[in-house]
């Protein structure tokens, strides 16, 4: 994929006349409100008042990608979702339009305060939405549009596990990648590899819920909606789960809800620590946003799973 500049600069010069052309509106007012590994959003009052989210994107065709995982998530579960308004690309730009969700994403601080009552209801909220999800299955695992492999290993080691050891080992050769973080993902890939295949279904997944993508009411904290997903497949149901732990997830109960409530398989923690940890060092393959603590934290847990094993 092409890399694209959503810089500020970039996004806010060709915003305008983007917006009037697609929405027979002009917008009057754009803030920068936040954004993940690889886009930058912008909350965009428009001159009739009416309030909508604008992303750029790092890189080229995501934006086509994500309209059509919000699109097909939010037919498939009762959790508000972001509505597609339109999608623009040139050589340089990506940019998708959204109607724009209130409340706050749950990795503001201030939720950290609320009673553990209320940490347990909305832990609830948000596992029954994602069950939603894990309840609509394929016969096949892999992309939403065309998901071709008969097991969940198959895909999994095909499509990241083999490729990304592999761009990763070429970084560690370089000197940009920790030797002793690669060894320990050769050592877990192996356990991995050899760990009894279950017969899974493939079920519609997220792949990206966690803290940063879920928004509460920051007074009642209430579940308010599910926002970007970012590679949403058909998929093993236990992949979706490594993000319920990202950042200060375990803050909230999150993966620890869905236990209890759906059964696991007897390796679970070790699957999620696994995932979790290849997923986050992959960033580093895709040209997204790096950070070192979730990525050590990520490390840190496979390597406690690995000392359970072992």
Known sequence: MKLLDNSDKHLL????????????????????????????????????????????????EMHREEAFQLDFLSKNTSVKMPEVLFT???????????????????????????????????????????LEWHSITNDKFGSLSNPVYDSWYEYYQKEKQTPWLDGL??????????????????????????????????????????IMNIMADPKTFELIAFIDPCGSIWADREYDLFQLRNMWGDAYGLYETYKRRSKTSEFTDFRVAYYGAMLE???????????????????????????KIF
């Open 281 to 307: 060092a992959s960033m580093r393959l895709k040209g997204g946003h790096i950070v070192p603590l979730w990525e050590d934290l990520n490390f840190a847990r496979l390597k406690k799973e690995m000392k």
């Open 13 to 60: 010069s060709i915003l305008p006349d983007i917006i009037l052309e697609k929405l027979n509106k002009k917008a009057v007012e754009f803030k920068f409100i936040g954004g993940g590994s690889y886009g930058r959003v912008y909350k965009t009052v428009l001159n009739d008042g009416e309030i909508i989210a604008i992303k750029g994107y790092k890189l080229q």
């Open 169 to 210: 080992k070429k970084l560690a050769d370089k000197g940009k990648f920790s030797n002793k973080k690669m060894n320990l993902l050769y050592e877990a890939t192996e356990f991995f590899n050899n760990l009894p295949q279950e017969k899974t279904k493939p079920v519609l997944i997220h792949a990206d819920l966690n």
């Open 88 to 130: 623009y690309e040139d050589d340089d730009t990506a940019i998708l339009a959204m109607s724009f969700v209130e409340g706050q994403n749950v990795l503001m601080p201030n939720f950290l305060f609320k009673s553990k009552e209320r940490k347990q209801k909305f832990a609830d909220e948000v596992i029954s939405g994602m």
